[in-house]
């Protein structure tokens, strides 16, 4: 069953408005129950916020995106709002004494007073410089991934608070419910234009779609004051999730990478438990194939530690993937390997439990609630390590496979095929990533400061966009091309657990003038041996210059004849067809410094000696020795 044909008649199985309770309200048993580790930490977080005023967000902050590019600036204070209301409530029905009342108002005023809830950034009508604030007369409401955020984040409010806030000033909770009406739910019951809802075009829509419909749910369910609205939002919102699930492969793989999972495949699970407690479990789709493997994505493209496979605009380290709600999906599913995850997870990352996500975090406020109130302490105990030996997500065409299951000791490989019009996408096809002893070397960069280039026809400026800075062969000094024609062809795959092999070929990836008939790589990771080796086959109509094989590396390579050592990983290659040559990457960007932890990456360039149309080379990688 979909989503839609469970939704279509959700008027005979929702729960009211007064009957929805998903967690306790102010005074209610529960808040008392929480571990005094929470308690001390968001309440002497609110502590602190409640002495601060209120920042502004004035115009020419607004401006600064159209005018500069730079989107950072405004979203640090936007969030910050967000945030700070979000801890200020919870304080606020921890202690039930009222001293976070009137900074708690006077976040709601602030926000409500907003001219929109939606970042700059993700305002598409403005063509100039000259055009970088809303004009109220005439543009339609911005219903952006923070406006559906700050919608539920306004909407809890009032579910915890809304008697209290009654009691200062009737105004309070009336607005809150008219601004949510205004801003949230009447522009997604009129329009089918918004590209994320999915209903008015009939392309792939991305993480958009599960993480502004899970809010807008989340909003409709706790806060809308018309029962009618209400049962049309629920229907509506299944209607249009459902969109996000028809462009996915039944074996669940996200091509936006596990960086975004957190707000697509987790965020379709937040809608499916939201639906299923709403309705006393009279809509349930759990058991459907596609719901499970989605869920257990994420924990097949882990590598190790906080490492996670970064394809597309995803970061290598990862620190919360949503844990939780894998586990609570995992009993729901009889998926016990998930589950383990899961616990590993929360086992060694202790430092992030819910109350944490509750005070720094900025999303899915839903979600941490959920985590906040059923804290288990147990869960934080040591845990036995838990890795996938491998998966094929042949949908997205990523490989992955690791030495033996459950460690982290030996060599990982994760390789892709798919196009080059991806969402969120980098002209990577045929790129690979390897790790050894748990340890990044040939890396993927990710993805930088999210900028205005970054998603505008200039993106594929960014080295971290192009294939030349990816672990993919420039042929006649052409680069791969963005766009859905240039794709990945004659893929293969087996995994027999002794044995995996991926193989594709490239070519049809680069431009005509790259020349290429052919160029089919092939990845075969023999465990016995514990060695990984990368074989490539060019043919090309003609060799003006020589082919190069970038490889970008975590760590400086260190070179000898026919051989490079890469922190603990060894690749030997044939020098009489490649000299070898090292350049180092500076990031010059905070958010590669800061995930990375370090302040370049390297560049090993593997260079033909001779020209050749027809060409063949093998790269083989092994653990180097201690």
């Known amino acids: 069953m979909t989503i839609r044909e469970a939704t279509e008649h959700i008027e005979t199985m929702l729960l009211s408005r007064a009957d ?29 916020l409640n002495e601060k005023p209120w920042e502004a967000l004035p115009a020419t902050l607004f401006m600064e995106y159209a005018k500069t590019g730079n989107r950072t600036h405004f979203e640090k204070v936007h969030f910050e709002h967000r945030g700070r209301l979000r801890t200020l409530v919870a304080a606020e029905c921890i202690e039930h004494k009222g001293r976070f009342i009137d900074q708690i108002v006077n976040g709601i005023w602030a926000i409500c007073e907003e001219t929109t809830w939606a970042i700059p950034a993700h305002r598409g009508d403005y063509s100039a410089p000259n055009h970088a604030l809303v004009d109220v007369e005439h543009e339609k409401i911005t219903l952006d991934l923070f406006a559906a955020e700050t919608g539920a984040t306004m909407a809890w409010t009032l579910y915890f608070l809304g008697d209290q806030l009654r009691e200062i000033s009737c105004e309070i909770p009336d607005r809150i419910e008219y601004e949510i009406e205004k801003r949230i739910f009447i522009p997604y019951l009129t329009r089918v234009d918004y590209f994320w809802m999915g209903l008015g075009h009939n392309n792939p829509v991305n993480n958009w779609n599960p993480w502004i419909n899970e809010n807008v749910l989340a909003a409709a369910l ?35 990478g596990p960086g975004y999972f957190d707000v697509a495949g987790a965020s379709m699970m937040d809608i499916l438990e939201m639906y299923e407690e709403a309705t006393n479990g009279k809509v349930n789709l759990f058991n459907e194939p596609l719901i499970r493997n989605m869920a257990d994505y994420i924990r097949h493209v882990h590598i190790a530690g906080d490492y996670f496979v970064n394809f597309a605009d995803a970061p290598m380290r990862i620190g919360n993937c949503c844990e939780e709600v894998l586990m609570r999906v995992a009993k729901k599913t ?11 997870r929360l086992a060694h990352n202790r430092a992030r439990r819910p109350d944490q996500n509750l005070i720094k975090g900025t999303y899915y406020t839903q979600r941490t609630l959920r985590a906040l109130f059923d804290w288990d302490e147990r869960l934080y105990a040591d845990q036995s390590d838990t890795a996938s030996l491998g998966h094929w997500f042949g949908g997205i065409q990523v490989a992955t496979a690791r030495t033996a299951e459950n460690r982290f000791d030996g060599l990982f490989l994760a390789a892709k095929g798919g196009c080059n019009a991806e969402s969120h996408n980098h002209n990577d096809i045929g790129n690979y990533v390897l790790y050894a002893g748990g340890e990044p070397a040939i890396v993927d960069a990710g993805v930088g400061e999210y900028t205005r280039k970054t998603f505008s026809t200039e993106r594929y400026t960014i080295w971290s966009m192009q294939s030349g800075w990816h672990n993919t062969a420039v042929l006649n000094g052409c680069d791969q091309h963005e766009g859905r024609e240039y794709a990945a062809r004659d893929v293969s795959y087996s995994d027999d657990g002794e044995v995996m092999d991926f193989a594709l070929d490239m070519a049809a990836a680069y431009v005509p003038e790259a020349k290429a008939e052919a160029y089919r790589r092939e990845f075969v990771f023999d465990r016995a041996a514990n060695t990984i080796s990368v074989h490539d086959e060019v043919r090309l109509n003609a060799c003006d210059q020589p082919t190069r094989v970038p490889l970008l590396c975590a760590v400086r390579p260190q070179l000898e004849e026919g051989r490079a050592v890469i922190g603990r990983l060894e690749l030997r290659y044939d020098p009489q067809l490649f000299t070898a040559s090292v350049e180092e990457k500076p990031f010059n960007d905070a958010k590669l410094e800061r995930i990375w932890q370090q302040k370049s990456l390297w560049r090993l360039m593997l260079t033909r000696r001779e020209k050749a149309a027809r060409d063949g080379w093998t790269l083989e990688y092994r653990m180097a020795k201690e």
Request: glycine letters at 10%.
């Open 334 to 344: 009889g998926n016990d390997a998930l589950w383990q995850f899961g616990r590993m």
């Open 222 to 256: 706790i806060a809308c004051r018309d029962e009618e609205m209400r049962v049309n939002l629920a229907r509506k919102i299944g209607r249009s999730a459902q969109r996000f699930l028809d462009f996915y492969a039944e074996d669940g793989g996200c091509d936006e």
């Open 20 to 48: 929805y309770h998903p967690f306790p309200k102010y005074g209610e048993a529960g808040w008392d129950k929480l571990p005094r580790e929470a308690v001390n930490s968001i309440v002497g977080r609110a502590e602190w």
